[in-house]
């Protein structure tokens, strides 16, 4: 058997011996820049300003109607009333996503996970990330809380921030260095809950449909992926969501104590407040969690293609 197997090897041509015996390295991936995620999600959340500007009116006012809480919007401030506050959203993006989506490759290098990785391996990443991105990002999630919610409130209670960094000077000015610190808790908390359900799951189902056999690692896989991660993480963050917006929206004492918010809620509203706003939540996450991971997906797919990796 070994001499027919050496007499083959003889009668085959010597360039070919050579390249059978000496294959080329597969090239590795260098990583993507850290930035990619939040770029990808300032540009979703640009998109879905309008939804998540109502959203955050329904939970911090008396509004209960998504689609009449619009039309107060417009009637009030004009079209584009609908926009009102996205310098803090992009303040927001562009320093809890950048951070959130950087802190989870990193903590997925960490604890030796990947996309093939069990569930609680991936949601551990996605509570590790929510975590340190959640700290960094309060200012400017308060900033976007408070632009977004200022014109539902009566004129003389307005704040009438001019942008994000305006806001910013001022909160500090007006209300001390403390004051950025409002609402870490309950934000902390939902960026844990929000970077384990919908990160986690993505990841999750992503390699779910790809072993399936029936999807190929294209937009279609991507978009089926992120419509299950979009309404686990918004069921998973309602509460949190809720109790956040109340918390940072409210000026001065009212909104010191997240245990007193809970109380007063839960007294004059029920239980049930907790996923008060769930539907127009689901409406802007939905979209919005489907816009970051194809966003994100075809930003990798232009880095590969300028390596040449592609």
């Not at 770029?39 to 959203?55: G, M, V, Y």
């Not at 069990?118 to 632009?147: Q, T």
Request: contains cysteine.
């Amino acid at each position: 058997m070994s001499k027919t197997i050496e007499q083959s090897a003889a009668a085959l041509p010597a360039n070919v011996v050579e390249e059978r015996a000496v294959a080329p390295p597969k090239k590795k991936k260098k990583p993507y820049p850290f930035w990619l995620g939040g770029l990808a999600a300032t540009i979703a959340a640009s998109i879905t300003h309008p939804l998540d500007l109502t959203k955050v009116r329904l939970q911090a006012t008396g509004d209960k109607r998504m689609i009449e809480s619009m039309r107060k919007t417009v009637r009030t401030a004009g079209f584009l009333g609908l926009f009102d506050g996205i310098s803090g959203t992009w303040l927001r993006q562009m320093t809890y996503s950048v951070c959130r989506f950087w802190a989870y490759d990193e903590s997925k290098k960490l604890i030796g996970a990947d996309e093939k990785s069990p569930p609680w391996k991936l949601a551990l990443a996605g509570s590790m990330a929510g975590g340190i991105a959640g700290f960094v990002g309060n200012p400017g999630e308060i900033i976007m809380v408070r632009m977004q919610g200022d014109y539902a409130k009566p004129p003389e209670k307005r704040l009438n921030y001019k942008h994000c960094l305006d806001g910013l000077f001022r909160m500090v000015r007006e209300e001390g260095w403390s004051s950025l610190g409002r609402g870490v808790g309950p934000n902390v908390f939902r960026a844990v809950l929000m970077n384990a359900s919908q990160l986690a799951s993505y990841d999750f189902f992503k390699a779910t449909l790809l072993n399936s056999g029936y999807f190929a690692d294209n937009i279609y896989c991507h978009t089926t992926a992120s419509f299950f991660a979009g309404t686990v993480a918004t069921t998973v963050c309602s509460p949190a969501d809720v109790l956040k917006s109340r918390i940072m929206s409210a000026a001065g004492a009212e909104g010191k104590s997240a245990l007193q918010m809970i109380r007063t809620s839960m007294k004059t509203e029920g239980p049930m407040f907790m996923f008060k706003g769930w539907v127009p939540a689901w409406m802007r996450l939905q979209p919005t969690t489907m816009l970051i991971f194809i966003t994100l997906e075809q930003l990798k797919r232009l880095v590969d293609w300028t390596r040449g990796d592609l």
